[in-house]
């Protein structure tokens, strides 16, 4: 592993400070793209999957992880080229699917299913991954937060200006840029919040927020930005047919309300959109228990059915033998 894909220091303490996993693993990707994957939380639990967006690592969820670790297995993985998953040439929709798709196959039996839940690009792999055959053999339900499928440049508002050809210009150099980030200064803190959390958000989320980001290496961060820069996964959405959930925060900048009403419109199976005032696109840090709340519905709702189900289904085939 390279000395940029270390993981550099976060918050130590508090609801953002990464907890400890039960145990970590790799799973190999089908190029041999390596990723690191931590599993929390008892291992006969109901499990959960989280991938996490853009610049961001497994301590994106550290506040997910320690509210549902008491009663869930909670199986989160480094995107590729972030946290501590190695960095790979291949950076394409396709294989942010192989990725789940490995993380799927590595830490679930067979026919086991849980609630997968997709924040930013990480709801992007989801949709990249919804027709594939063992997402679909392992998806119980999904929650998509803060996310779009197609004209994220277009879209965002991380420039003020009026949407037209010069504010996409601007946003595709800004967000595509390869200079460094630099310390979590005062400065930093507010510009990261200014385009990608709400106005009320507190301190200390910022604070929680930028030490991921910026721990992110910054050629990742660029190679990444021009898959987002050309993402059509319009297609995929109409495949994603498990019971899936919308949320999004009405002053998210980056991938402002009109995709997850987008999403919800087009989903072939959508449980509901859930619009959060004020929030911006950190919506599993500035919301935690909100987006907790959401996973255990979910959970609740087909998860336990599910595997009661399949339990039936083992038991009857061996009667019948």
Known sequence: MSRLNRPRAHIATGPYAPPAPA?????????????????????????????????????????????????????????????????????????????????LAET???????????????GMTVMAAATRPRFREHAAAVLLCSTGSSRLVAEARVVPLRAGRARTWLTARVLGSRAP??????????????????????????????????????TVRHAWSQVLERLDLDHGV?????????????????TPPAHARSLAAALPNCLGLTELPGLGHMTPVEAPELVSGKIRELVTTYVHVAQVKQVKQVKQVKEGA
């Not at 679930?108 to 990480?122: D, F, K, N, R, T």
């Not at 200064?185 to 910022?206: C, E, F, N």
């Open 181 to 218: 980030l630099g310390p979590v200064t005062p400065v930093a803190k507010g510009i990261l919040k200014y385009a990608t959390m709400g106005a009320g958000s507190a301190p200390h989320m910022v604070e929680a927020c930028a030490r991921i980001v910026h721990a992110c290496p910054r």
């Open 238 to 254: 109409r495949e994603l047919r498990v019971p899936t959930a919308v949320l999004a925060g009405t002053d998210d900048r980056l």
């Open 23 to 103: 145990r970590e693993l790799t799973a190999v990707s089908a190029d041999g793209a390596r990723l690191h994957v931590e599993v929390h939380g008892p291992e006969d639990a109901p499990p959960v999957v989280l991938a996490h967006g853009w610049t961001c690592s497994t301590a994106f969820w550290a506040a997910q992880i320690r509210d549902l670790a008491a009663d869930h297995r909670v199986i989160a993985y480094d995107q590729r080229g972030h946290g501590r998953s190695a960095a790979s040439s291949a950076c394409t929709t396709e294989a942010l699917a192989d990725d789940l798709e490995a993380v």
């Open 108 to 122: 679930l039996a067979p026919g086991e299913q849980a609630v997968i839940v997709g924040h930013s690009m990480g």
